[in-house]
C-alpha cells in the first residue's frame, strides 16, 4: 500500500512539472510570472485560449483511453487488447469523418457529436452481435470489434476517397489525432461522458481483480458475471468515444499505459485505474508538448507520434506472448 501511495504521489508530481511545461513552452513565450503580474492580451490569450484547453484536453483522453485500456484487457483477458479492439473508436471516426465531409464540420462541437453518436452505433451493434443466449460472450465480442473494425475503415476510406480540398485534409489530420482544436466547449462537451466511463470501469474495480482467476472463479465467488461484464462494456466504450470524439484516434495509449500502470502497482484494479490514468495523462500531455515543438511551427501529429513509440513496444509484447526472446 506504501508503494501504491509514493507511486501514485510520484506520477502526481510528474503530471505537474510536465503541464507547467506545456503551458510554458512554444514559439510565444509565456510566463507565470508575467501573468501573475498582469500581462499582456496577446500571452493570456494564448495560455487560456489555447494552451490551457489544449493541456486539459490531453489530460482528459490520455487518462480515458489508459482507464479504457485497463478494462479491455480485462474484460476480454488478453494483454494485446486496448480500447480500440472493439470498434468503437471506428465507430466514432466513421461519424466524424461523414459529418465533416457533409460540410457540417464548422458548427460548434458537430465533430465530437457525429463521433459520439457513430461510437453509440457501434457500440450497440457489437454489443448484439456478442450476445448468446443471454451472455455477453467474450470471444464473440472481439470477434465483432475486429469485423467492425474493417468495415468502418473500408467505409471512411470511402468517404475519403470522394472527398477533396480543404475538407479532405482537416478530415485527415484530425483522424491522425491531434488537441489544436482543444477548445473548453469541446472538452466540457465530452467531460460527462469521459467520467461517467470512468465510475463505471472503476465501479468494478474488485468483480475485475476476481475475473483474472476466470469466470467461474468469480462467479462462484458471487460476482454477477453478466452485469458486470456489460457494465464494463458500457464504461470502456463511453471513455473510448469521448477520447476519439474529443481528439481523433490516438492508438496505442490503451496498449502501453495498462502493462505500464501493473508493473508499477501490480494486478489490483482499484490501484492499477487511478495509476493508469495518471500516467496516461502525463504521457500525452509530454507527447504533446514533443509534438507541437519538435519542429515548430509546425506540429507532428499526436496520433503518429504515439504510433512511433507504440508499435515497436506492441511487437516486442507480441514476441513475448509467443515465448520469442528478442
Known amino acids: 500500500m506504501r508503494r501504491s501511495a509514493a507511486v501514485l504521489f510520484l506520477l502526481a508530481f510528474l503530471l505537474l512539472v510536465f503541464c507547467g511545461l506545456s503551458l510554458v513552452s512554444g514559439p510565444f513565450h509565456v510566463s507565470f510570472r508575467d501573468l501573475a503580474a498582469g500581462g499582456d492580451g496577446a500571452a493570456r490569450t494564448v495560455f487560456f485560449g489555447i494552451r490551457l484547453p489544449r493541456l486539459l484536453l490531453a489530460i482528459l ?60 452505433t457501434s457500440a450497440l451493434v457489437v454489443f448484439a452481435a456478442a450476445r448468446r443466449t443471454g451472455r455477453l460472450d467474450t470471444a464473440r465480442l472481439l470477434l465483432a470489434g475486429m469485423i467492425a473494425n474493417a468495415l468502418f475503415s473500408a467505409l471512411i476510406l470511402l468517404a475519403l476517397s470522394a472527398a477533396h480540398g480543404d475538407a479532405l485534409r482537416g478530415m485527415v489530420f484530425w483522424m491522425m489525432g491531434s488537441f489544436a482544436a482543444a477548445e473548453n466547449q469541446a472538452i466540457l462537451f465530452v467531460l460527462p461522458y469521459a467520467l461517467a466511463g470512468a465510475a463505471a470501469i472503476a465501479f468494478c474495480a474488485r468483480p475485475l481483480d476476481l475475473f483474472l482467476a476466470g469466470e467461474e472463479s468469480a462467479a462462484s465467488l458471487g460476482v454477477d458475471v453478466e452485469k458486470t461484464k456489460r457494465l464494463v462494456f458500457l464504461g470502456l466504450a463511453l471513455s473510448t468515444a469521448a477520447a476519439v470524439a474529443a481528439a481523433g484516434v490516438v492508438g496505442f495509449v490503451g496498449l502501453i499505459i495498462p502493462h505500464a500502470a501493473r508493473r508499477l502497482v501490480g494486478s489490483s484494479h482499484r490501484m492499477a485505474l487511478p495509476v493508469a490514468a495518471l500516467l496516461g495523462a502525463t504521457a500525452l500531455v509530454a507527447a504533446d508538448l514533443a509534438a507541437r515543438t519538435i519542429l515548430a511551427p509546425s506540429e507532428i501529429p499526436i496520433g503518429a507520434l504515439s504510433a512511433l513509440v507504440g508499435a515497436p513496444f506492441f511487437l516486442l509484447l507480441l514476441l513475448r506472448q509467443r515465448g520469442v526472446s528478442p
Open 61 to 120: 483522453v490520455g487518462a480515458s483511453l489508459s482507464i479504457a485500456g485497463v478494462a479491455s484487457q480485462a474484460l476480454l483477458g488478453s494483454p494485446l487488447a486496448d480500447p480500440f479492439t472493439l470498434g468503437i473508436s471506428g465507430g466514432a471516426a466513421l461519424g466524424a469523418v461523414v459529418f465533416g465531409l457533409a460540410g457540417f464540420g464548422r458548427f460548434p462541437g458537430g465533430l465530437g457529436a457525429a463521433a459520439l453518436l457513430g461510437a453509440a
